[in-house]
């Protein structure tokens, strides 16, 4: 079955970049649109923004000057880098599937998630 | 951007006991692209509805959507003891995609 894990550090300072890659297997990456979506601490969702294997992306507006995607077809990876980092930034970074083929999208499997901290 | 309020906050309901969670959208979702999650703790969110009012795949029917225009409802009839969790609703009809808030539905 599709499953994705995100990995990377779960610790970053304050002005760095966070940087997280999600690794996807049990589908083909060439085959979906995918996104970054955070979580704060006992608080709701935020999309980030989506890739395509095609380099088609869009990102949040509200932090569209900090966020790159990328995707690396060969190692079925897709990957996220949020620069100028601050606690508001503190997260858990889930990657997940859009359903639907296209950038507007809901999402049908999500990884289990990985909480960044941002702190010196 | 297109903003979700979701209400009530916190719903309390018995097992077996019908509950309603309403999401308000500040305008217009495009062609009732809507969709509801569920999320316990330390677990992502998992995909319940879709399109406003079709089930995802392994949804049992005791989970319904319905709505359109701005106003949208996820309800559950005869709730069991594992649907006792967050609720979020999620519009991707426009860009950016947006989340409501969430509504927790507890135990009574």
């Known amino acids: 079955q599709v499953q994705l894990q995100e990995s990377g550090p779960g610790l970053v300072k304050p002005s760095e970049t966070l940087s997280l890659t999600c690794t996807v297997s049990?589908?083909?990456?060439?085959?979906?649109?995918w996104s970054w979506i955070r979580q704060p601490p006992g608080k709701g969702l935020e999309w980030l923004g989506y890739?395509?294997?095609?380099?088609?992306?869009d990102y949040n507006p509200s932090l569209k000057s900090r966020v790159t995607l990328s995707v690396d077809t060969s190692k079925s990876q897709f990957s996220l880098k949020l620069t100028s980092v601050t606690a508001a930034d503190t997260a858990v970074y889930y990657c997940?599937?859009?359903?639907?083929?296209?950038?507007?999208?809901?999402?049908?499997?999500w990884g289990q998630g990985i909480l960044v901290t941002v702190s010196s | 951007e297109i903003v979700l309020t979701q209400s009530p906050g916190t719903l309390s309901l018995s097992p077996g006991e019908r509950g309603t969670l309403s999401c308000r959208a500040s305008e217009n979702v495009r062609s009732s692209f809507l969709a509801w999650y569920q999320q316990k703790p330390g677990q992502a969110p998992r995909l319940l509805i879709y399109g406003a009012s079709s089930r995802a795949t392994g949804i049992p029917d005791r989970f319904s959507g319905s709505g359109s225009g701005r106003d949208f409802t996820l309800s559950i009839s005869r709730p069991e003891p594992e649907d006792f969790a967050v609720y979020f609703c999620?519009?991707?009809?426009?860009?950016?995609?947006?989340f409501g808030g969430g509504t927790k539905v507890e135990i009574k």
């Open positions: 049990g589908a083909s990456i060439s085959s979906s649109y």
């Open positions: 997940a599937r859009h359903l639907r083929s296209g950038s507007s999208s809901d999402f049908d499997y």
């Open positions: 999620q519009q991707y009809g426009n860009s950016p995609l947006t």
């Open positions: 890739i395509h294997y095609s380099g088609s992306s």
